[in-house]
């Protein structure tokens, strides 16, 4: 096979051979450095020339079934189902995309809010929009819909640190803000109202002991049924140790109370497992 001809085809389609302008390596043909230089033409992407030069060996009679036409043809139909695969992957991305924030933003006017960080310009930052969404109805206050942005945001696959902060903290705040309502009604009721209140504010200060809100509010429930009016012979300061102590007292029995619970629990479900 003459090379010549191969190396001049190169040079007129302004590529510079590789391969078919050394001398070929002990046990090596010409045929083995133009198979080599068709595939750098491929990888590069000029499958044209490759088929120019598969035309120039075939007028020489140059047989090999690594030269077959058909290897270019696979070349190119590979490059091109690849591009195809890739377009039809960002296709689908953008749809999902699309088809979260519609969702999202429906939580929104369900709410009556107009969502103004959900846009469509977001791109692929869906997650990080979502987390600023939030941020801002919980800066407003708007607890419910912090947490119902966010359960839906996790249904719909989306996992970011600030989503889990802002519905946790929402989560808690309404909670906060629901108990508070409930007692302050209680609050204004009869003794035995009162008592629930007292019994709602302890438990709710064992699962969230920096509720100082709820703290606050039961210090002066106590200190008003622990008071003796004019004629108590205790001292201001000793009625606030009452009061520390009569929280404590309570606590203490609740939390007895409940492990209490969850020690029969263990019981009985031993007992099962045995029968």
């Not at 990080?128 to 249904?155: D, F, N």
């Given at each position: 096979?003459?090379?010549?001809?191969?190396?001049e085809?190169?040079?007129q389609?302004?590529?510079?051979?590789?391969?078919?302008?050394?001398?070929?390596?002990?046990?090596?043909?010409?045929v083995?450095?133009?198979?080599?230089?068709l595939q750098?033409?491929?990888?590069?992407?000029?499958?044209?020339?490759?088929?120019c030069l598969l035309?120039?060996?075939?007028?020489?009679g140059v047989e090999?079934?690594?030269?077959?036409p058909?290897?270019?043809?696979?070349?190119v139909e590979?490059?091109s189902?690849q591009?195809a695969d890739v377009?039809?992957?960002?296709?689908?991305?953008?749809q999902?995309?699309?088809?979260?924030?519609?969702a999202l933003?429906?939580?929104?006017?369900?709410?009556g809010?107009?969502?103004?960080?959900?846009?469509?310009?977001v791109?692929?930052a869906v997650?990080?929009?979502?987390?600023?969404?939030?941020?801002?109805?919980?800066?407003?206050?708007?607890h419910?819909?912090?947490?119902?942005?966010?359960?839906?945001?996790?249904r719909?696959g989306?996992d970011?640190?600030?989503?889990h902060?802002?519905?946790?903290?929402?989560?808690?705040?309404?909670r906060r803000?629901?108990?508070?309502?409930?007692?302050?009604?209680?609050?204004?009721?009869?003794r035995?109202?009162k008592?629930?209140?007292?019994h709602?504010?302890?438990?709710?200060?064992?699962?969230?002991?920096e509720?100082k809100?709820?703290?606050?509010?039961?210090?002066?429930?106590?200190?008003?049924?622990l008071?003796?009016?004019k004629g108590?012979s205790?001292?201001d300061?000793?009625?606030?140790h009452?009061?520390?102590l009569e929280?404590?007292?309570r606590?203490?029995?609740?939390?007895?109370?409940?492990?209490?619970?969850g020690?029969?629990r263990?019981?009985?479900?031993?007992?099962s497992?045995?029968?």
């Amino acid at each position: 096979m003459r090379r010549r001809p191969l190396v001049e085809c190169c040079k007129q389609q302004g590529w510079t051979p590789h391969y078919l302008h050394q001398s070929p390596a002990e046990g090596e043909t010409p045929v083995d450095l133009l198979v080599k230089e068709l595939q750098d033409l491929r990888d590069a992407g000029r499958g044209d020339l490759a088929g120019c030069l598969l035309e120039v060996a075939a007028q020489q009679g140059v047989e090999d079934e690594r030269l077959q036409p058909k290897s270019q043809g696979n070349g190119v139909e590979q490059q091109s189902s690849q591009s195809a695969d890739v377009q039809a992957q960002d296709s689908e991305a953008r749809q999902e995309t699309t088809r979260v924030l519609e969702a999202l933003r429906k939580v929104c006017r369900k709410a009556g809010v107009t969502p103004l960080r959900l846009t469509d310009s977001v791109g692929d930052a869906v997650e990080q929009a979502c987390a600023k969404e939030m941020q801002a109805a919980r800066q407003q206050g708007k607890h419910s819909l912090v947490i119902a942005l966010g359960r839906k945001a996790l249904r719909l696959g989306l996992d970011h640190p600030r989503i889990h902060s802002n519905l946790q903290r929402s989560e808690r705040l309404l909670r906060r803000e629901t108990l508070l309502e409930e007692v302050n009604a209680l609050l204004q009721g009869k003794r035995s109202a009162k008592e629930k209140a007292e019994h709602m504010m302890l438990e709710a200060l064992i699962d969230d002991p920096e509720f100082k809100l709820c703290r606050t509010l039961l210090n002066n429930r106590l200190r008003e049924r622990l008071s003796r009016g004019k004629g108590d012979s205790f001292a201001d300061e000793l009625l606030d140790h009452r009061i520390g102590l009569e929280f404590n007292r309570r606590r203490l029995e609740l939390l007895e109370q409940r492990r209490g619970v969850g020690s029969d629990r263990g019981v009985g479900s031993d007992q099962s497992a045995d029968s």
